[in-house]
Nanobody, 115 residues
Framework: QVQPVESGGGLVQDGGSLRLSCVVS????????MGWYRQAPGEQREWVAT???????IYADSVQGRFTISRDDAKNTMYLQMNSLKPEDTAVYYC?????????WGKGTLVTVSL
């Protein structure tokens, strides 16, 4: 497994932006899919976005047009650019990656959007 580590969370006002990073220790080569989930207080974990080597990028309807997922293989890093943030985006954001059928999760980074 390649344990990912998230960073970039914090407190931002309604309408603001944040960029989350997810660094994978070791090489990102061979990882077919990477993405983000989030979990709001008292809620189930929900899928946010995925980037794959064959399909490209896909997004949940709730973030489509506001969030952008990308990866930089040279830096072993995936990003989630979040614009036009809303209070309902408040959650712990988790990154994951899939390699050879095994999914690895990060420990999460908290994003709080205030009114």
């Amino acid at each position: 497994q390649v344990q990912p580590v998230e960073s970039g969370g914090g407190l931002v006002q309604d309408g603001g932006s944040l960029r989350l990073s997810c660094v994978v220790s070791g090489s990102i080569f061979g990882i077919n899919a990477m993405g983000w989930y989030r979990q709001a207080p008292g809620e189930q974990r929900e899928w946010v976005a995925t980037i794959t080597t064959n399909i490209g990028t896909i997004y949940a309807d709730s973030v489509q047009g506001r969030f952008t997922i990308s990866r930089d293989d040279a830096k072993n890093t995936m990003y989630l650019q979040m614009n036009s943030l809303k209070p309902e985006d408040t959650a712990v954001y988790y990154c994951y990656n899939d390699r050879a059928g095994v999914r690895s999760w990060g420990k999460g980074t908290l994003v709080t959007v205030s009114l």
